[in-house]
């Protein structure tokens, strides 16, 4: 057997292609629970921070009419969402790159960074993905834990950054404790991180921030060269089957970020969608809005029960449940209601519906009892 250039090739005897060792730990993301109920009983799918609302009709036409082009590739480019997304936020289309939800996004961002070996400095707990996006690029993570109250240790991560650290990731709200960072304390930390790293806001949650203390990331990205933002329309615009997402970042981050995009992935249904609800954005704001009252209600009935519970700006709640994690995931599974656990942490709960809601404050407080 000859390779080109006539030299010898011994026939392997390896069980199989030799794959990168990396992947050999790489933890495996897990998705949210389907709603499955006991003998037709209704269940709830609280496992996944969706939205529970179904599209606005409005966002059904442009997706019927996107239907009929299912056989051309989508523009490549994203420009008339892009275009809207310069118009609606106020930034430069140069500014914005797209991706396929916001864990697309989030990969990009760490390509574009990161070589192997460099280093990605985030709170944990925090947004599942993030080791597994470092790790599969070949970087390093560098976890720094979460302070009792649940917030980041933004000491502790200024005091992580090394000569290695290319990235830092601060997710605001925190994604599953629905903690947040506060305007004073981030500006604080931006100026002890030095130029030559990237700083990327998470912001997946935005729109269900109502603490006015809590600044809107793309204020801090107008006056910092080295800051870029992250947005999605899984969450509050509810288009999370559809991945899409973008980020805001200065001209050149912005550049990376769309060479290391996949060619094509967000869809023309995706971008139509996407378009269809910046248009429709006050009714969807209004959902968003309905929603974080019914998560205060969740949070006042979860402290009348005697949980200690941090205040959430995302559209879910946080347990810390410890040893009991998977105990209470399995109790709550049995009343029908889908809860995503961390096994040996806690427990986030989705805003869904209302009677999904009230299933769930039963089974918390038959826990507590």
């Not at 794959?19 to 709830?44: E, I």
């Not at 799918?45 to 019927?64: F, H, Q, R």
């Not at 460099?118 to 390093?140: L, M, Q, T």
Request: glycine share 8%.
């Amino acid at each position: 057997m000859t390779a080109a250039g006539n030299q010898p090739v011994e026939a392997s005897t390896d069980a199989g292609p030799r794959l990168r060792s990396a992947l050999a730990d790489l933890p495996a993301y897990k998705p949210g629970k389907p709603a499955v109920g006991a003998d037709g009983a209704p269940a709830f799918k609280l496992s996944s921070n969706e939205n529970p609302n179904p599209p606005l009709p409005s966002v059904l036409a442009a997706l019927s009419n996107a239907a009929s082009g299912f056989n051309r590739y989508p523009d490549m480019a994203c420009t008339q969402l892009i275009a809207a997304i310069g118009e609606r936020f106020g930034v430069p289309a140069e500014h914005i790159a797209t991706g396929t939800g916001g864990v697309g996004v989030i990969q990009q961002v760490v390509q574009a960074t990161c070589d192997d070996g460099d280093e990605v400095v985030y709170a944990w707990r925090s947004f599942e993905a993030y080791p597994i996006i470092v790790k599969a690029v070949g970087a390093r993570s560098v976890q720094v834990p979460l302070t009792a109250d649940e917030h980041h240790d933004l000491d502790a991560m200024a005091a992580a950054i090394t000569e290695r650290t290319k990235l830092v990731i601060l997710c605001n709200p925190n994604n599953p404790t629905g903690t947040q960072i506060q305007r004073a304390e981030l500006e604080r930390f931006l100026d002890q991180v030095p130029s030559r790293v990237l700083v990327l806001i998470d912001e997946a949650y935005r729109e269900f921030v109502r603490d006015a203390e809590v600044p809107d990331g793309l204020d801090i990205y107008r006056h910092r060269s080295n800051v870029a933002i992250l947005r999605t329309f899984s969450k509050a615009y509810g288009l999370a089957g559809l991945r899409v997402g973008f980020a805001v970042a200065p001209a050149p981050v912005a550049a990376a970020l769309r060479k290391t995009a996949v060619p094509f992935g967000v869809s023309q249904i995706a971008q139509d969608a996407a378009i269809a609800s910046l248009r429709a954005e006050h009714e969807l704001l209004e959902r968003v809005e309905a929603l974080t009252k019914e998560r205060g209600r969740v949070l006042d009935a979860l402290r009348d029960q005697g949980w200690n519970v941090p205040a959430s700006e995302g559209n879910f709640v946080w347990l810390r449940l410890g040893d009991r994690t998977d105990e209470f995931a399995a109790a709550a599974q049995q009343a029908g209601v889908m809860v995503r656990p961390f096994p040996g942490e806690g427990a986030r709960i989705s805003i869904g519906e209302t009677e999904g809601n009230d299933s769930f404050l039963k089974v918390a407080a038959s826990f507590r009892s």
